[in-house]
Every structure is written in structure tokens, then in C-alpha cells.
């Protein structure tokens, strides 16, 4: 480890006296703090080199590759994080695995500053609602929306965002339903599935099949694939999907997502321009890649049940005739989000993701189950107030913890053991803590190690540095006695 020393004078016959005795973790003589030699003395600089032994040259080299090696694992992280959270439909648990290294929860609480006025607000509905009555059947289901879309229309609305599709299926209720979509007063957006990849579509997920109802984005009614991230904390924008399946190869384009499509339309309309997006939400769909969710907290998200809307404080099992509300009972939010909340649309969702109140009620690392149609809100809410986080250039990840790896490390070689321990931890506040402002002023999300490392390595180090002095019965508060030694002859 390096030395606390006086001043050295080239050529002089006594060293100054080192912090410790170990053999390998002397650095250049320019990076000593008090040294008499000239910075720009390369040729003494050479020389010290030549005279360290192959063992302090393994020893350093090691270390060096080491810390890079480190330093490169929060972009590949990112990286593996990209390709499978962008590869599959959502629900998978990976989203805890991927936020292990990094405190995600750090910087979605908070988010990236909103100013804004929250735009959104849920209407659902459950398996079982209408008295006990089942509203899964699909045709069942497709009364109980029509109804919904009509009730939603006397609200003071801007837009019906409904997280469902309509594949084609028979029921009397289409003649009716489709009349109440085409005619609506207020914009719709209604949502596509597509079906798994297979051999047929090289690796590209398909489009399925819908209704001719919604099958031309004209008119009110627009569409996005309800296709979500298998990492859920992030916002999907655009998938690759191939269509015409009744070619030899199809094609393959790109479509946007239910949230991206509620978004673009809301920001539209507000503006008053439909060319008009945000340039920091330009430049992400340009990138390709998918930003993190900043998550509101739960219960946050007015919510208000479909039969509540319907019926008011009437017996909800009469919902298919009850009279539209001629009140206002909805939050008076320009968006709602309708969709269902069963076991049929759970997704998992880190704990380090889910909001601040429910956090104390589950076991940390542990997944959460939450509902689409929670998610699909959160994620037009981020999209439209630009709250999301984007993460952040590859070269600057590693080269934010490569410099944090050697101070910490430069801490050992030029402080005792307990002092350099108390320095790397201030210093691994200090990143932590730069991060959190760079992802609340700039949206900007950096998976540093300093967050969650930020202990482990400084004690890592520590303990070694003990050992060798244990070893060597040197005091870890205060350096050994000096020493004779002719210069340019290694330790």
C-alpha cells in the first residue's frame, strides 16, 4: 500500500517512511502527493518501473483488469437486460434478477421531476363482477365495454384508452358495439395481441387477427399492441411484427404499443399538432431501446369501478340497463384506461419498483403481481409527462464505475486502512448520490456499483490490508517505522 511520506528526493539514500510494508502496492512516484520529483521527469518515472519485480507487475496488471472487468458489468447487465426484457411478452420474473446489482427503487419514487398535472385514471372491472354474474365470456365482456365506452363519453374526458382487444368472434352484441366505437364522441385506442414467435415467423412475433371494426387506424379509433417487456419496469414502445402471414415470408413492421399510441395521440391533441412529440421522447424511439418506468405509487391512480360508473349507488346487477350517468363520476382526469383486473392479466413487478406505500407490506427482492391495466396507466402517464428514465450511455456506465473503482482503490494505497475506509464509503455517497440528481433533473438512469457496492468493496480492501499487516504486526492506525533502503532497488 502506498505511503504517507515526506518529501523524496531523487537520488537521496533514505526511502520515507510507508504507510505498510506490502510488497506490490507502490504507485508511480508521480501519483505521490508531496514528492519532490518533477512530474514531467519521464525518465525517472521509467526507471521506477523497470526496477519492480514480474511478481508487483502481476500483481497491479490483475488488479487493473480486475476493475475493468467490474466496470463493464453494469453495461453488460443492461445490455442482456435489453435483448430478453425486449424479447417476450411480459410477466416473466426477470425483473427481479436484472435489479439485483443496482437500487432501481432509488430513483422511481421520486422519478424525473414531473411538473405536470396527472393525467390519468383507471376504470376496472373484476372476473366476477355484476353481482356474481361472469363478465369473462367474451361476448359478456364486449356488452359490459360497449356499456362502459358509452357511460365514459358523459364524463369529462379526452380520450378512452381501452386495454382489450377484439379478436374476431360471433356475438350478437357486435352490430351495437360497433356503432358505439365508430361513433364515439370521444377518441378510442384499443389495443392488438400477437400470437408467440414460431418457425414460421423467423423469430418475429404475429399479429393476430381483429375485428374489421378496428382494424383501419381512421377515425376516432387508433391501435397499439398491448405486447408488454418481460422486465416490466420497463415502458414498451415499438415491436416488430409480422403481418400477411398469407404471403410465402410476410412482412415484418414495426407497430406501436397501446401506450405509445395513447400518448402520441393525447400530446396531439393538446398541442393541437399531430406531428408534435416531445424531442426527449423523439430521440428515445430513434435509440430503439426501452426507458424505465417511473412508477407512481400505488393508489396514487384514481381508480373507479365500471359497475360504480355505471350503476352509481344502484344494485349493480342490473349494469346492462342501467341509465348513462348524467353526473360526474369519474376524477376528472383527461385519460382513462379501461381494463380488466383478473388472474388472466397479472404481470410480476420488482419490489424495488412498486410504490412507496406497499413496500413496508412485502419481504424485499421478493416479485409483485400487479395488473396490466395498472401498468399500461403508469406507462402512458411517463410517456405523456416525459417521467421516464432513460438509461444512460454505455460509455459513460463504465467510465462513472471504473473511476469509482480505482479511488476507492487509490484510497488504500494512500491512506491507513481505517481512514481510506471512511474515505471510500463518503466517496461511494457521493456517486450514489450524484446518480439520484442525475435521474431526477435529467431522467438519466445510471447503474452505478457505488450504489449497492458501495460498502462491500471498501471492506473487501480493508480486510486484505488488515490481513497483510496481522501478518506483517503492523499497527492499522499508525505507519511502521522508517526504513533504510538504497533507491531503485524493489521492495
Given at each position: 500500500?502506498?505511503?504517507?511520506?515526506?518529501?523524496?528526493t531523487?537520488g537521496?539514500?533514505?526511502?520515507?517512511?510507508p504507510?505498510t510494508?506490502?510488497?506490490?502496492?507502490?504507485?508511480?512516484?508521480?501519483?505521490?502527493?508531496?514528492?519532490t520529483?518533477?512530474?514531467?521527469d519521464?525518465?525517472a518515472?521509467?526507471?521506477?518501473?523497470?526496477?519492480?519485480?514480474l511478481?508487483?507487475?502481476a500483481?497491479?496488471?490483475?488488479?487493473?483488469?480486475?476493475?475493468?472487468?467490474l466496470?463493464?458489468?453494469?453495461?453488460?447487465l443492461?445490455?442482456?437486460?435489453?435483448?430478453?426484457?425486449?424479447?417476450g411478452?411480459?410477466?416473466?420474473?426477470?425483473?427481479?434478477?436484472l435489479?439485483?446489482?443496482?437500487?432501481?427503487?432509488?430513483?422511481?419514487?421520486?422519478g424525473?421531476?414531473q411538473t405536470?398535472?396527472?393525467?390519468?385514471q383507471?376504470?376496472?372491472?373484476g372476473?366476477?363482477?355484476?353481482?356474481?354474474?361472469?363478465?369473462?365470456?367474451?361476448c359478456?365482456?364486449?356488452?359490459?365495454?360497449?356499456?362502459?365506452?358509452?357511460?365514459?363519453?358523459?364524463?369529462?374526458v379526452?380520450?378512452i384508452?381501452l386495454?382489450?382487444?377484439?379478436a374476431?368472434?360471433?356475438?350478437d352484441?357486435?352490430?351495437q358495439l360497433?356503432?358505439?366505437?365508430?361513433?364515439?364522441?370521444?377518441?378510442?385506442?384499443?389495443?392488438?395481441?400477437?400470437?408467440?414467435?414460431?418457425?414460421?415467423?423467423?423469430?418475429?412475433?404475429?399479429?393476430?387477427?381483429?375485428?374489421?371494426?378496428?382494424?383501419?387506424?381512421?377515425?376516432?379509433?387508433?391501435?397499439?399492441l398491448?405486447?408488454l417487456?418481460?422486465?416490466?419496469?420497463?415502458?414498451?414502445?415499438?415491436?416488430?411484427?409480422?403481418?400477411?402471414?398469407r404471403?410465402?415470408?410476410g412482412t415484418?413492421e414495426?407497430?406501436?404499443?397501446?401506450?405509445?399510441?395513447?400518448?402520441?395521440?393525447f400530446?396531439?391533441m393538446?398541442?393541437?399538432?399531430?406531428?408534435?412529440?416531445p424531442?426527449?421522447?423523439?430521440?428515445?424511439?430513434?435509440?430503439?431501446?426501452?426507458?424505465?418506468?417511473?412508477?407512481?405509487?400505488?393508489?396514487?391512480?384514481?381508480?373507479?369501478?365500471?359497475l360504480k360508473l355505471l350503476?352509481?349507488?344502484g344494485?349493480?346487477?342490473?349494469?346492462?340497463?342501467?341509465a348513462?350517468?348524467?353526473?360526474?363520476?369519474?376524477?376528472?382526469?383527461?385519460?382513462?384506461?379501461?381494463?380488466?383486473?383478473?388472474?388472466?392479466d397479472?404481470?410480476?413487478?420488482?419490489?424495488?419498483?412498486?410504490?412507496?406505500?406497499?413496500r413496508?407490506?412485502?419481504r424485499s427482492?421478493?416479485?409483485?403481481?400487479?395488473?396490466?391495466?395498472?401498468?399500461?396507466?403508469?406507462y402512458?402517464?411517463?410517456?405523456v409527462?416525459?417521467?421516464?428514465?432513460k438509461?444512460?450511455?454505455?460509455v459513460?456506465?463504465?467510465?462513472?464505475?471504473?473511476?469509482?473503482?480505482?479511488?476507492?482503490?487509490?484510497?488504500?494505497?494512500?491512506?491507513l486502512p481505517?481512514?481510506?475506509?471512511?474515505?471510500?464509503?463518503?466517496?461511494?455517497?457521493?456517486?450514489?448520490?450524484?446518480?439520484?440528481?442525475?435521474a431526477l433533473?435529467w431522467?438519466?438512469?445510471l447503474?452505478?456499483?457505488?450504489?449497492?457496492?458501495?460498502?462491500?468493496?471498501?471492506?473487501?480492501?480493508?480486510?486484505?490490508?488488515?490481513?497483510?499487516?496481522?501478518a506483517?504486526?503492523?499497527?492499522p492506525?499508525?505507519?511502521?517505522v522508517?526504513?533504510?533502503?538504497?533507491?531503485?532497488?524493489?521492495?
Amino acid at each position: 500500500m502506498l505511503e504517507d511520506r515526506p518529501a523524496l528526493t531523487v537520488g537521496a539514500k533514505e526511502q520515507p517512511t510507508p504507510i505498510t510494508t506490502h510488497p506490490y502496492k507502490e504507485v508511480l512516484p508521480l501519483l505521490r502527493i508531496g514528492d519532490t520529483m518533477p512530474i514531467t521527469d519521464w525518465g525517472a518515472h521509467v526507471s521506477w518501473l523497470r526496477g519492480k519485480p514480474l511478481r508487483w507487475w502481476a500483481y497491479n496488471t490483475t488488479q487493473v483488469v480486475l476493475y475493468l472487468l467490474l466496470a463493464s458489468v453494469p453495461v453488460a447487465l443492461e445490455k442482456w437486460s435489453q435483448s430478453r426484457s425486449e424479447g417476450g411478452e411480459g410477466g416473466s420474473d426477470s425483473g427481479g434478477i436484472l435489479s439485483l446489482p443496482f437500487r432501481y427503487s432509488w430513483f422511481t419514487h421520486p422519478g424525473f421531476a414531473q411538473t405536470e398535472p396527472q393525467v390519468v385514471q383507471l376504470v376496472t372491472y373484476g372476473e366476477k363482477d355484476a353481482g356474481g354474474e361472469l363478465v369473462s365470456e367474451s361476448c359478456q365482456r364486449r356488452k359490459l365495454l360497449m356499456r362502459i365506452i358509452q357511460a365514459v363519453q358523459t364524463q369529462k374526458v379526452r380520450l378512452i384508452v381501452l386495454d382489450f382487444s377484439f379478436a374476431p368472434t360471433r356475438c350478437d352484441i357486435n352490430p351495437q358495439l360497433e356503432h358505439v366505437i365508430r361513433t364515439s364522441s370521444v377518441p378510442l385506442v384499443i389495443g392488438l395481441r400477437t400470437e408467440e414467435a414460431d418457425e414460421r415467423t423467423d423469430g418475429e412475433a404475429l399479429l393476430q387477427p381483429s375485428e374489421a371494426m378496428i382494424q383501419d387506424d381512421t377515425g376516432v379509433v387508433k391501435r397499439g399492441l398491448l405486447r408488454l417487456n418481460s422486465d416490466t419496469r420497463k415502458i414498451p414502445l415499438e415491436w416488430p411484427m409480422r403481418v400477411n402471414m398469407r404471403t410465402e415470408e410476410g412482412t415484418i413492421e414495426r407497430f406501436p404499443t397501446l401506450s405509445l399510441v395513447a400518448a402520441t395521440q393525447f400530446i396531439a391533441m393538446k398541442y393541437g399538432n399531430p406531428e408534435r412529440l416531445p424531442p426527449r421522447l423523439t430521440r428515445q424511439l430513434e435509440s430503439g431501446t426501452h426507458p424505465y418506468a417511473s412508477f407512481l405509487p400505488r393508489g396514487s391512480i384514481p381508480t373507479t369501478s365500471a359497475l360504480k360508473l355505471l350503476c352509481g349507488d344502484g344494485p349493480v346487477e342490473n349494469w346492462k340497463n342501467c341509465a348513462l350517468p348524467r353526473d360526474q363520476r369519474l376524477s376528472g382526469m383527461p385519460i382513462v384506461v379501461v381494463g380488466e383486473e383478473s388472474s388472466r392479466d397479472e404481470h410480476y413487478l420488482s419490489e424495488d419498483a412498486i410504490g412507496a406505500e406497499s413496500r413496508s407490506n412485502h419481504r424485499s427482492g421478493l416479485p409483485k403481481k400487479v395488473y396490466g391495466v395498472w401498468l399500461q396507466a403508469n406507462y402512458i402517464e411517463n410517456l405523456v409527462q416525459g417521467s421516464y428514465l432513460k438509461s444512460a450511455v454505455p460509455v459513460c456506465i463504465w467510465v462513472t464505475n471504473f473511476v469509482w473503482l480505482i479511488l476507492v482503490e487509490l484510497a488504500f494505497r494512500f491512506h491507513l486502512p481505517l481512514r481510506a475506509l471512511v474515505y471510500s464509503v463518503l466517496m461511494s455517497t457521493l456517486f450514489s448520490f450524484g446518480a439520484y440528481l442525475v435521474a431526477l433533473q435529467w431522467g438519466w438512469y445510471l447503474p452505478l456499483w457505488s450504489v449497492e457496492m458501495g460498502i462491500i468493496v471498501p471492506l473487501v480492501l480493508f480486510v486484505d490490508e488488515l490481513r497483510h499487516m496481522v501478518a506483517h504486526n503492523e499497527s492499522p492506525s499508525s505507519p511502521p517505522v522508517a526504513t533504510n533502503a538504497v533507491p531503485g532497488v524493489p521492495n
